[in-house]
């Protein structure tokens, strides 16, 4: 009996140990089962975050190829601006050539003018310093010849 009973023992541990092993390989299916959906939620979540992502860098790259466009257009923009104002300080610096040479001319007339003014003023002096000589010497004679025609 005591073989008996330790077969019945020993068998009914077999049967314990063999219900334990399949409560544990079900639980670890079970497991795995749940490991297997969060896996594959994980998987829908990290599609749609590359999905995402994907088209996040394909407007991006838009996005910095418009910027790129706006940008050569603002360097051809500023280049013409460049060289508008080049062309404005050439303007300019043709404008002050001019209106010094007219201010030189200018007064190259007036000097001119002025000098001609003083000439003729002086002229004008002169022909009256000898006119008013003539009136005093045709006075003198005009007395001188009164005086002697009194006198005779």
């Known amino acids: 009996m005591p073989i008996e009973m330790s077969l019945l023992v020993i068998a009914i541990a077999l049967v314990v140990a063999v219900i334990a092993a399949i409560v544990t ?3 670890l299916m079970l497991r795995l089962n749940v490991l297997l959906r969060t896996t594959r939620g994980l998987q829908r979540d990290l599609n749609q975050l590359t999905l995402e ?7 991006t790259d ?3 190829k418009e910027i790129g466009k706006t940008f050569k257009s603002v360097n051809h ?9 080049e062309s ?3 303007t300019a610096s043709a404008v002050r ?5 007219l201010v030189e001319q200018a007064e190259a007339y007036v000097d001119q003018k ?3 003014e003083k000439r003729q ?6 022909w009256a310093d000898l006119a008013l000589s003539a009136w005093q010497l045709w006075q003198q004679d005009h007395t001188k010849g009164k005086d002697s025609e009194g006198r005779e």
Do not use: F, P, W, Y
Request: charge should be negative.
């Open 53 to 59: 992502c994907s088209t996040l860098i394909e407007t």
């Open 121 to 126: 003023q002086g002229d004008i002096m002169q």
């Open 25 to 27: 390989l079900r639980l």
């Open 88 to 90: 404005l300080e050439h």
């Open 97 to 101: 050539t001019v209106s010094n040479k």
């Open 77 to 85: 923009i500023a280049g013409a601006v460049s060289s508008i104002g």
């Open 114 to 116: 002025q000098s001609k």
């Open 62 to 64: 838009d996005t910095v």
